[in-house]
């Protein structure tokens, strides 16, 4: 009987531990401010009385010690772990990803919206020029989406609508090649139509980049170990509050493509605002951190300028609208 006394108490620790994680994980959640049904959610301004700061959304002090000092030249520094409750690694991945699903769910459900995207990659080894370029996405009642750059080949378009039969997406280039050529029609996985972007016209927008964010965690989570994750002081951009979280992982092993991810959520929406990821390298030896992070970068996102109750119609996703001229 005396060796059974610790199995139990090992197996009631584990058990009371487990059951204190998903209670705080669960408080914390509902900390956010909910929208409510019915809510104009178009662009507002967002103050700190209407979105209260979670009280278990912050790096512990073990967790703090491990971010670079670089990510402060993006976001805030690591959050105070002074007062609230303290979430450790584990705690802060889940805490993302549920924010992140909300996030999903809310998108899912707007019927469109417009934004102002910029984007930098790293494509077969190069680092592009920012690109500035606007959107239009529908969601409901089909993916539809228009892009029009607004920097590099300027005027060029773009336009994807999964109710054409062909499923092709026609692009018209800027500038005087525009006034002469007339758009092509290209597979939006196409070596051509891939050649200056790393995801797919499919994939664009707020919702394609929400479904890799959590399948990023979810994968994350499954494995338990090799990433850690730290909550940022809260920032702005954009005139937006945004929670700010940092992942890095210890080798490939865990995630092939990236060293480390900065992560920028709207606090009302659960949205992102902006990402940059950093890639693996074997030639570090000598930098520093911001360095290493500058000749790693291999994505830069940021949507500006959102707007969900800005009025779409069918033409706006259509081959024949006159102001494209496609």
Not at 230 to 245: G, S
């Amino acid at each position: 009987m005396a060796r059974l006394c610790p199995r139990k108490n090992s197996r009631r620790s584990n058990f009371l531990a487990l059951s204190v994680s998903a209670i705080s994980l669960g408080v914390i959640f509902c900390s956010f401010d909910p929208v409510p049904a019915g809510e104009d959610i178009g662009r507002s301004e967002v103050s700190s009385d209407n979105v209260p700061m979670p009280p278990g959304a912050i790096a512990s002090a073990e967790s703090a010690a491990l971010l670079t000092t670089t990510v402060s030249e993006e976001a805030g520094s690591p959050a105070s772990w002074a007062g609230g409750m303290i979430l450790n690694n584990d705690d802060a991945l889940k805490f993302s990803l549920l924010m992140m699903q909300d996030g999903q769910r809310f998108i899912e459900n707007v019927n469109a919206y417009s934004v102002v995207f910029n984007k930098q990659e790293r494509i077969q080894g190069d680092l592009s020029e920012t690109q500035t370029i606007d959107l239009k996405v529908r969601h409901l009642p089909s993916f539809g989406i228009y892009m029009k750059w607004k920097n590099g080949d300027t005027g060029r378009q773009l336009l994807y609508n999964e109710d054409y039969e062909d499923k092709k997406m026609c692009v018209k280039l800027g500038g005087f090649k525009g006034r002469l050529l007339p758009a092509i029609k290209l597979e939006p996985t196409s070596p051509e139509a891939m050649a200056q972007a790393r995801y797919p016209v499919t994939e664009a927008g707020i919702l394609g980049m929400l479904k890799l964010l959590v399948l990023h965690r979810q994968n994350d989570i499954k494995n338990g170990q090799g990433v850690r994750c730290v909550r940022l002081e809260d920032t702005e951009f954009d005139d937006r509050k945004c929670y700010c979280f940092l992942y890095e992982y210890d080798s490939p092993e865990f995630n092939k493509t990236y060293r480390k991810s900065l992560l920028m959520l709207d606090a009302r929406y659960h949205v992102p605002l902006r990402v940059i990821n950093h890639t693996w390298t074997e030639n570090s030896e000598g930098l520093t951190a911001s360095e290493l992070d500058e000749q790693t970068l291999i994505e830069d996102y940021s949507f500006l300028q959102l707007d969900f109750g800005k009025e779409m119609v069918t033409i706006d996703f259509s081959r024949d609208n006159p102001a494209y001229r496609m």
